[in-house]
């Protein structure tokens, strides 16, 4: 999966927000693997995210 097929799953859902668990489910890598890639993508300022406690996590675009 390339970092723009990863951004493209937060332009296809209609939710506001996606879990580290929901991104997961659609990609084939595990769970570690996704949030790393989840957090390069913030560190790049391309997603935001935030911990909502133990080890689940939202993702969003940010809005520019």
Avoid: C, H
């Avoid at 879990?19 to 659609?26: G, K, W």
């Amino acid at each position: 999966m390339t970092d723009e097929e990863i951004l493209q799953l937060f332009e296809d859902t209609d939710d506001p927000v996606l879990s580290t668990a929901e991104v997961t489910e659609q990609l084939p890598i595990k769970r570690s693997a996704t949030y790393k890639r989840l957090s390069a993508l913030q560190d790049e300022e391309q997603l935001t995210g935030k911990d909502i406690g133990g080890r689940n996590s939202i993702w969003w675009i940010p809005e520019e």
